[in-house]
């Protein structure tokens, strides 16, 4: 922003670029809104079976611990395994709980630092259900940012600068800077960033295209376009796939639980007939 408003003034075109920068800032917070969107009712989903589990292993199974016992039968090993886990945390809920706070706080203050975010920007884009998502969130901010710095007037060396501030992931913009070295010595664009093994095959033509036409700002802007629609579609996607997901998880987990509790005493009831 900063960057761009010293270039409308020294361009006289202020006013244009500021509705650019509006442009360019309203699609990025449309994107950031759908993703936490999307990453709410997997989230909420989450909570409510945590606080499930728990409320089943400290408060339902201990109830059903004296009679499961006195019954003298000898009880699956499922129902022995959860009792066991179920004592221990009735006996260590205190400790427990401050530990899974420390850890969380923990956790919430390593991934602000260079190296836990670093870990977790390479782990996004290692991950097989999420990495193409994240790869066209970054496609779509690259090539928007490149296209409005380059229509303003900004040299291209200068625009990779900004940019790299701009991925929003840390091993990208690593990799980022041997590309931006290749592009310094006068190699072209698209072959550096070929050479990153990262952005799709469709971007780089686009630029490969108007760098042969001259008309690369155009390029990019198109390309944008294109890749925000691919953001929306695959992020509706992941929705789709993470929230039948995250019900089965929670059937198989508390089902499990109830299974452990059922099973002896269908033994119980089947013996008394």
């Known amino acids: ?8 003034e020294a361009s006289v075109s202020l ?20 993703i936490r969107a999307a990453l709410t009712y997997p989230t909420i989903l989450g909570v409510m079976t945590l606080g499930l589990v728990v409320l089943l292993m400290v408060k339902i199974l201990p109830m059903f611990s004296d009679i499961l016992g006195s019954t003298g039968g000898k ?13 221990f945390m009735v006996a260590h809920f205190w400790l427990l709980s401050v530990a899974l706070g420390l850890i969380i706080f ?10 836990g975010k670093f870990w977790l920007d390479g782990l996004v884009l290692n991950l097989p259900v999420i990495k193409k998502s994240v790869v066209k969130v970054i496609t779509a901010r690259f090539a928007r940012s490149l296209g409005i710095l380059l ?13 790299g501030d701009l991925i929003g992931n840390t091993v990208v913009e690593e990799r980022f800077q041997v590309a931006k070295e290749e592009i310094r010595e006068g190699r072209g664009i698209s072959g550096p960033l070929r050479r990153l093994n990262l952005f799709p095959p469709l971007l780089i033509h686009m630029i490969s295209v ?22 929306d579609e ?3 996607k992941l ?5 039948p997901a995250m019900i089965i998880l929670m059937a198989i987990v508390v089902g499990t639980i109830i299974l452990s509790i059922m099973l002896p005493m269908i033994s119980v009831l089947s013996s008394v007939q």
């Open 75 to 87: 009880m699956p090993l499922l129902t022995v395994v959860l009792m066991a886990i179920s004592d």
């Open 1 to 8: 922003m900063r960057n761009m408003v010293k270039v409308g």
């Open 239 to 243: 929705t789709a796939m993470i929230e």
């Open 15 to 34: 006013d244009s670029i500021l509705n650019r920068m509006a442009d360019y800032y309203e699609n990025d917070a449309r994107i950031q809104r759908k």
């Open 234 to 236: 695959a992020v509706d």
């Open 210 to 231: 108007g760098e042969s036409t001259g008309e690369l700002d155009e390029m990019l802007a198109r390309t944008a376009g294109f890749f925000d629609e691919e953001v």
């Open 106 to 115: 923990g956790f919430n203050y390593w991934k602000k630092t260079e190296s």
């Open 151 to 163: 229509k303003s007037g900004i040299t291209i060396i200068n625009a990779m600068d900004i940019i």
